[in-house]
């Protein structure tokens, strides 16, 4: 078959056109790869920004009294026993209303936020148990004791009950935090096997 010299050139600018087409798209993909991958392994779990949020959030975790753990209200409740100004009493004892106010409304928080079923939940529940029976020791009759004067009776109950109630209480806060790191292990094995997929994917 005879092909004239006319037909190669077309089909030769026919060429050159899809090569000029298809160069600039095959660059601006391999650009946008390479981008998407850099913005996923700088988001990604362990990556950059999410280290520097959980700095950021173990640094206020450290500093702050938690509301989920009675620890500030341990304070508090010894901090009234030594108190003899009636106004800075007053304020303590306040304070420890506050701080009930805080522990409950953080416990409805996360009660509605964690399966019910799992590890931490139950855990959670047991140490809300003796938390409340800690609460209800401080409000109605560790503080009316001191209020009253009777500073060897709340001395007993600081020591005794309260006491006891504070270290179950304690108990149930260390299992939370084993079942609650438990879990994010698991999420973070999950989430770093998902995106490490799906870059392939992308790639």
Known sequence: MHISIRTIIDNANISKKILLFAGP??????????????????????????NEIMI??????????PPEYLVEEALVAHQMLLERDPATFSGLAERARTLRKEY?????????????????????????????????LLDD???????????????ALLTGPMHNAYAQHRLGVEKIVV?????????????????ATRTVYLI
Do not use: C
Not at 144 to 152: C, I, S, V
């Open 104 to 136: 409950l409304d953080r416990h409805a928080y996360w009660g509605e936020h964690i399966a019910e079923g799992g590890l931490a939940f139950g855990v959670m529940q047991e140490s809300d148990a003796a938390a409340r029976q800690y609460l209800s």
């Open 56 to 65: 950021t959030e173990s640094l206020i975790a450290d500093v702050l009294p």
């Open 179 to 195: 079942a609650a790191t438990a879990r994010n292990a698991e999420l973070e094995a999950d989430a770093g096997n998902t995106l």
């Open 25 to 50: 798209v095959a660059i601006g993909f391999g650009l946008f790869s390479f981008f998407a991958y850099d913005t996923m392994s700088t988001v990604q779990i362990n990556g950059p920004m999410y």
């Open 141 to 155: 009759a560790y503080i009316p004791a001191l209020q009253r004067g009777e500073r060897a009776k709340a001395e």
